[in-house]
């Protein structure tokens, strides 16, 4: 089984503060996904990567920038936290090519 | 603009009730329709993926189906291990890698 592990399932961070959020998978999977999940929005992608060290922009990027330095690692940086991106972070791996999503188990951060 | 609907928001279901959730879409050129199913406190997990209209698949009391305009998922004889929520999504037209989702319908089997 693919197995996606997201390092924090809970953090709380204050405002300003810089959050990183690691995702790391243990299959061969060329594409990782960031999403975020809010109540009546559903989940939004903020960035995807289909290799390493490339990125694309989703649909809200704006206050996350992301990195891939290796194949099964891909990280959600939060440069300085806002309460508006208190939400639950979901990261998500796919074949190349290939629209089937694995997910992680979520990571819910809160920032006051 | 690619869009994803789901109905109802929620659905309460006595176990044995059967029922359908819908899934209506806007997308040129579909290429796959999946649904997830999200336990609480959990990330979303693969049920299906339909690609033409008329398809079906079906696992244990879940049967999807496809039109041109929407999906739908009928339970059959819920169990209240079947409550989670349900969502559903497409790629958007002109994308590759990537899939829009709905923002799912919250389902309660009560026994």
């Known amino acids: 089984d693919v197995k996606v592990t997201q390092s924090s399932r809970y953090l709380v961070k204050r405002t300003g503060e810089k959050v990183f959020l690691e995702c790391v998978q243990d299959?061969?999977?060329?594409?990782m996904f960031w999403y975020r999940q809010d109540p009546g929005l559903g989940l939004r992608l903020i960035y995807f990567s289909y290799d390493v060290k490339m990125k694309e922009k989703g649909d809200i990027p704006e206050g996350y920038s992301v990195s891939r330095e290796k194949k099964e690692r891909f990280s959600l940086i939060l440069e300085s936290a806002s309460t508006n991106q208190t939400s639950m972070y979901l990261c998500?791996?796919?074949?190349?090519?290939?629209?089937?999503?694995?997910f992680g188990a979520g990571s819910r951060l809160t920032v006051l | 603009e690619d869009q994803v609907t789901q109905s109802p928001e929620a659905l309460r279901l006595q176990e044995g009730e059967s029922s359908s959730l819908n899934c209506s879409y806007t997308?040129?050129?579909?290429?796959?329709l999946f649904w997830y199913r999200q336990d609480p406190g959990k990330g979303p997990e693969f049920l299906f993926t339909?690609?033409?209209a008329g398809e079906e698949k079906e696992k244990e009391r879940l049967k999807a189906t496809l039109t041109k305009k929407e999906s739908f998922l009928h339970i059959t004889a819920p169990k209240p291990e079947d409550s989670a929520t349900y969502l559903c999504?497409?790629?958007?037209?002109?994308?590759?890698?990537?899939?829009?989702f709905g923002t799912g319908t919250l389902l309660a089997v009560q026994p």
């Open positions: 999504a497409v790629p958007p037209g002109g994308a590759t890698n990537k899939l829009i």
């Open positions: 998500a791996t796919s074949q190349a090519g290939a629209n089937v999503l694995t």
């Open positions: 299959m061969d999977h060329e594409n």
């Open positions: 997308v040129s050129g579909l290429r796959g």
């Open positions: 339909l690609y033409s």
